[in-house]
């Protein structure tokens, strides 16, 4: 069993709101690599296709972190069990 990781609430949604942050400008990075893409759709194919797999990955980047953030916040609010004990600061 794994040993159980004492934080206290106010660091641990910190942490939420770090990765909340990142994964935003992850997605709005993904946004303007589509629309750039989008925008010279007309030109070279091979070009195109390198914007779109930015666009893509940076979008899974962004979904992992947000997930990521959603289960954080069951885990801060008590409804998933988790390997960490909150303390009074």
Known sequence: M???KKVTKGNYTFTLY??????????MVSSNYYT???????????YNFGHYLAS????LMSLVLMIAVGRGVLILNG???SNVEFIEE
């Open 2 to 4: 794994s040993e159980v």
């Open 18 to 27: 770090v990765l909340f942050f990142i994964g935003f400008i992850l997605g």
């Open 36 to 46: 750039e893409a989008k925008i010279i759709s007309d030109t070279l194919v091979d």
């Open 56 to 59: 893509a990955s940076t979008a």
């Open 79 to 81: 409804v998933m069990k």
